[in-house]
């Protein structure tokens, strides 16, 4: 079975510091690797993924992601961040299943609040 | 693109009622997945369709609840008989045909049982 975690269930940045959210992943296969990030009251978009080739992924907003096989892992950064990128943050593993990597495996998330 | 599209965004009932969820997926998107949001389980994952026929229902509750996707336009999910450990947000996506894997997320439907 497959799982995700991420270990900060909170994190509290100022405006304009860099940011890593960490996402550690079990899975035996080759994981399929999302971020979602979640505004209140807002369904989940995709801020980035990883299927495979470089392990630095860019996503939106000036995100980025890396992937690490040895280390199960793949944290989230940006360099700087905004007030308005407070929100909840996923980690997301899509595993075979029955040959179709669809089902997804969420993480508990981490909520992120940008101080001024 | 409208996104996908799900109605009601809050649906209250009474404990016994039946609530149905409606989804709109993105147009041309051929796979639809509903999942369920709360603070103490997170995000599971319910039912999936593709083309329209169900796939994998392996997250959902065996009783009270059921999925269907008459065409392709729109999915449902039922609940019969709600109770309190129903209330929740639920979530549609979708995703299109040919192996990929980004879902796109719905608002949401917050569903509250009294």
């Known amino acids: 079975a497959q799982s995700v975690t991420q270990p900060d269930a909170r994190v509290t940045v100022s405006e304009g510091a860099s940011l890593q959210l960490r996402c550690k992943y079990s899975y035996s296969g080759t994981p399929y690797l999302f971020w979602y990030v979640q505004y209140p009251r807002q369904g989940l978009q995709l801020l980035l993924k990883?299927?495979?080739?470089?392990?630095v992924v860019q996503g939106v907003n000036g995100f980025e992601a890396e992937f690490s096989k040895s280390n199960s892992s793949f944290h989230l950064r940006k360099a700087s961040v905004h007030w308005s990128d407070s929100a909840v943050y996923f980690c997301v593993l899509s595993a075979n299943s029955g040959g179709s990597n669809y089902k997804l495996t969420f993480g508990k998330g981490t909520l992120l609040t940008v101080t001024p | 693109n409208a996104g996908v599209i799900q109605t009601p965004r809050h649906k209250v009932t009474g404990k016994g009622q039946e609530a149905t969820l409606w989804c709109e997926p993105i147009s041309g998107h051929s796979a639809v997945f509903w999942y369920r949001q709360t603070i103490v389980q997170g995000l599971e994952f319910l039912t999936y369709?593709?083309?329209?026929?169900?796939?994998?229902d392996s997250g959902m509750p065996k009783e009270r609840f059921s999925a269907q996707m008459p065409n392709q336009s729109h999915s449902t999910l039922k609940i019969q008989s709600t109770q309190p450990q129903d209330s929740a947000v639920y979530l549609c996506?979708?995703?299109?045909?040919?192996?990929?894997?980004?879902?796109?997320f719905g608002p949401g439907t917050r569903l509250t049982v009294l």
């Open positions: 996506a979708s995703s299109s045909a040919g192996g990929a894997l980004e879902q796109y």
């Open positions: 990883y299927y495979s080739g470089d392990p």
């Open positions: 369709f593709r083309n329209q026929a169900p796939i994998d």
